[in-house]
């Protein structure tokens, strides 16, 4: 009795595995979803407050909003990569235009003088000023709390606890919100 | 013990005597793309490490002796953080550049296709930069200018805003490639804006005998309200309706007129439709 138990499962088994193996995306044969469109990565963990009411001449859209929370968080978390590891192969998920070719050159220079800087990045208080009325351009204020260490090499030559104000241009890429300027103002 | 103890506060004095000694000084004032001076004080040999928006350099430097930086070293606007390592000690100091006068516009207009007599259909936002890219919030009057030939041109000046300005204008009664010119000073932009006609307006279609007991159908000439052509390829729609059956055939504007072959049917009643817009209906075999 045991053994035609046993011998039941394992079918089942068989074919549970069989069932789910033909339903797995890695088969050629089913057609291309949305559900298979490559996801935007949305685990940056630089921390975003949006404040879109400031915006004229349009109002900024609910889906908009989230988007540039997503979009301008994940651009901070690929800076901070790229200026402590000195990489800017990644830069183009975040940055375009003017500010992708600054950042770019920061961490060339960087490397040529074996410097990196390091941000611990404790939050942003990001405005809408200003939103096209088409919709395909943004610009913002931001307000960001950070901790800046600039290190020659492994050795710590400067660290501060800083609270910077930037205005932001942001524009619609492919298929997100990319930072095309980034320009620090002076502390108030 | 006593001499230990003095050998300590000895190094210390020294310590404190060498980073008082040195200092860093930025300028009040400093303008992106221009070359500026950092001042030091003190004396011996230091290492200066100035990060910024673009640029990062660490250079020797003599304490007590400028140091210049080249205007592409300072070309990007923003807050530039200077270090300054003289033995155990480091001075930082933090100094802004600020963006030049703009002289580049960016100019977004759109859409690049509009239907003509449209209110508020098309708008054109300015982004103001100067010579090195970075966005200038000097004051600025932009001046906006939509003309399209055959038609007075509509223009006017809007104040920049935190290195912004934007307009709306309507789109013109005319078809045709609309200019639309944003200008600053001798500095201007032009984007070329296709105006087409609007809807179909005097829908009208005459009919005539055809081969094989059918009837042509065509249209006069489609024109707008504003009497601009409408384009080629827009559908007019033809509908035979003789109350038992009904038929429809969609046909192109080609050369300005549509049409299209119906069956003769007897007393049947054809009308035409494009859009949202109705003609003229003519009844067969009677009167119309």
Known sequence: ?188 | MMRRIGKLCFMICVSCAIAVGQDLKAPDHAVAGAALKLETSGSGDATLYLLGPGSAIKRSVKLGEPVELKPEEVSGSGVYTAVLKSGGANVTRTFYVAPAAPSNLVFLARPSRVAVGQKDALSGVIFLFDANKNLSFAPADIHFELAVSGAAAAARSVAAHNGIAWTRFDSARREGAAQFVASLGETSVRRVVQLTASEPCNLRFRTAPAKDHNVVVETDPVRDCAGNPVPDGTIVTFIENDGKTRSTIDARIKRGVARAELPATPNATISAASGVVLGNEIRLGGGR
Request: aromatic residues 4%; proline residues 5%; without cysteine.
């Open chain 1, 1 to 188: 009795m045991k053994r035609i138990v046993m011998m039941i499962t394992i079918v089942l088994a068989i074919l549970v595995a069989g069932v789910a193996l033909k339903a797995s995306p890695t088969d050629d044969k089913q057609p291309p979803t949305a559900i298979a469109l490559p996801s935007l990565p949305s685990n940056s963990s630089v921390k975003v407050e949006f404040d879109g009411s400031p915006a004229t001449p349009r109002a900024v859209e609910d889906t908009t909003e989230r988007a540039i929370v997503r979009d301008y968080s994940n651009a901070w978390s690929v800076m901070a990569s790229a200026l402590e590891n000195n990489r800017a192969d990644n830069i183009a998920a975040g940055f375009t235009g003017n500010a992708q070719e600054r950042l770019a050159g920061r961490v060339r220079e960087q490397q040529r003088a074996g410097l990196r800087t390091r941000y611990v990045d404790h939050g942003h208080k990001l405005q809408a000023v200003f939103y096209s009325p088409e919709g395909s351009a943004m610009q913002l204020h931001d307000t960001a709390k950070l901790e800046e260490q600039i290190l020659d090499g492994d050795a710590v030559v400067s660290s501060r606890d800083i609270t910077a104000s930037y205005v932001v241009l942001m524009t619609v890429g492919e298929d997100r919100w990319k930072v095309r300027l980034l320009q620090e103002l002076p502390s108030k």
